[in-house]
């Protein structure tokens, strides 16, 4: 056997590349060339919420609006750019908030009305889990079938919607952009899917707050131009309801006279909360309103959808020229009536309601941290101690932190902003009060191994 004779100096000669010198070394300091901008286009939807990358395109301003929501502390926001503005600071809480509670991959159509459904594609669930579900609950197996969409689809939907809205807008087709906004207001009444509550609050108050701002606009325009719309004037930031002129008054009127023909308790108060600004082209006191739709929220029987309302409620009242704290601690104080209840909740009264007490609570708890915020911002010493007498830690300042026992994950809360005089001047009375309030709300231990880390006086009241 002979081998082929190969000439590997011509066989490398015939298949190499051509190659041209370099000008520079390629690891060499860059020229004073201009270099080649590539754009990259992103085909996905800007505000589908990628863990792997920001929201939004210009890093320099996600980095300045991102707030941390799990680790400020002391009295009110810290950050000066989120109290200077509250929009930003809301906007980064309700991304945080889908970032904790994200979608499920799946989620069941049985529990989304026919808005969310529609168009969609549905999915078969896998026998193993159809099984499953079936020899777990049976009854609810009948009722829900097999039906599911992904989360992606579900977010998309709610995006949809909110094309939907502006384009019937910009058509100057009202009726119908009210319509698509009273049916994302209902989706918030459907607590079935917890863990895909907080995302659908943060994408349908997103659509509600664009209403409210589209409404406001128009009413503005018409109320600064005269009767005859010939003459145009600035309406002052201060105005009161007589600068305001009657076309525009009846404008308003009827926008709250269709929002109050709404059935449903819950889309009807969202939808108010939306507009709450546009009493003032009605009235002189709009937190007169405000204190109605306070007491509006506690006919609201899913624990989960009312402390969520109080949440959008709470967001809104900043929309405001005058802030109200009486509305934020009745608010407060709503909440530990609604959290006793969820405590002693018994499946036999509220189905599956004990076996997801956890989750409920942890998903109420972004809410109440929020509104305790709210309350202690900005706020003295002098009112600090005001507000303790409110909430019912006491019956006047010399008697703070009295012998009852409170709900544990509001008392975590609100101690965590307070001033560290208050806390430091009161170790021994807080530690009596973490004593008494023992529930499954919020782990004791950590309750207190919390406050003794971070305070001196507490570390030496449990030397003691």
Not at 289 to 310: E, F, I, N
């Amino acid at each position: 056997m002979e081998f082929r004779p190969r000439n590997y100096s011509a066989e490398k000669q015939a298949h190499a590349l051509p190659r041209v010198r370099a000008g520079d070394h390629p690891l060499s300091a860059p020229s004073s060339l201009p270099h080649l901008q590539v754009e990259v286009v992103d085909h996905w939807d800007t505000e589908f919420l990628d863990p792997l990358r920001r929201s939004d395109n210009n890093a320099e301003a996600a980095r300045e609006d991102l707030v941390d929501i799990e680790t400020s502390s002391g009295a009110g926001l810290s950050s000066e750019a989120s109290i200077q503005n509250p929009s930003k600071e809301w906007a980064s809480f309700k991304r945080s908030l889908m970032q904790r509670f994200p979608v499920s991959k799946t989620v069941s159509t049985s529990s989304m009305s026919d808005v969310m459904v529609k168009g969609r594609k549905t999915y078969e669930k896998s026998s193993t889990s159809m099984h499953l579900e079936e020899l777990d609950d049976p009854e609810k197996f009948a009722e829900e079938g097999g039906k599911v969409i992904t989360g992606r689809e579900y977010v998309s939907r709610l995006h949809e919607l909110k094309a939907e809205l502006t384009r019937a807008w910009h058509a100057d087709d009202r009726v119908t952009s009210l319509k698509i906004s009273i049916k994302v207001a209902r989706l918030l009444m459907d607590t079935s899917v917890l863990q895909c509550y907080p995302t659908l609050f943060a994408l349908a108050t997103d659509i509600l707050d664009m209403l409210g701002d589209m409404v406001w606009e128009r009413i503005k325009l018409k109320a600064e131009f005269d009767e005859d719309e010939t003459k145009f004037c600035f309406l002052p930031e201060n105005f009161s309801a007589s600068d305001v002129c009657s076309d525009a008054k009846e404008t308003c009127n009827n926008w709250f006279c269709k929002i109050g023909a709404v059935r449903e308790l819950l889309p009807r108060i969202y939808l108010e909360l939306a507009l709450l600004p546009c009493w003032r082209f009605l009235v002189d006191q709009p937190l007169d309103s405000l204190r109605r739709l306070v007491m509006m929220t506690r006919g609201l029987a899913d624990p989960l959808a009312s402390a969520y309302c109080r949440l959008y409620m709470s967001h809104c009242m900043r929309n405001l020229p005058s802030h109200d704290t009486g509305c934020l601690l009745t608010c407060a104080n709503d909440f530990k009536i609604v959290l006793m209840r969820v405590m002693s909740a018994e499946e036999t009264s509220h189905g599956n309601l004990s076996d997801n007490k956890r989750l409920l609570v942890s998903l109420m708890e972004p809410t109440i941290e929020f509104i305790m915020k709210c309350i202690f911002k900005n706020m003295s010493e002098r009112q600090v101690g005001d507000v303790l007498v409110e909430l019912g830690l006491g019956d006047n300042q010399m008697e703070l932190f009295g012998r009852f026992p409170y709900v544990s994950i509001v008392l975590h809360h609100l101690l965590k902003q307070l001033p560290s005089e208050v806390v430091s001047s009161r170790a021994v009375e807080i530690l009596r009060l973490i004593e008494l309030s023992n529930d499954d709300s919020f782990d004791q231990v950590l309750f207190i191994r919390r406050w003794s880390s971070h305070n001196f006086g507490t570390r030496k009241a449990l030397h003691y």
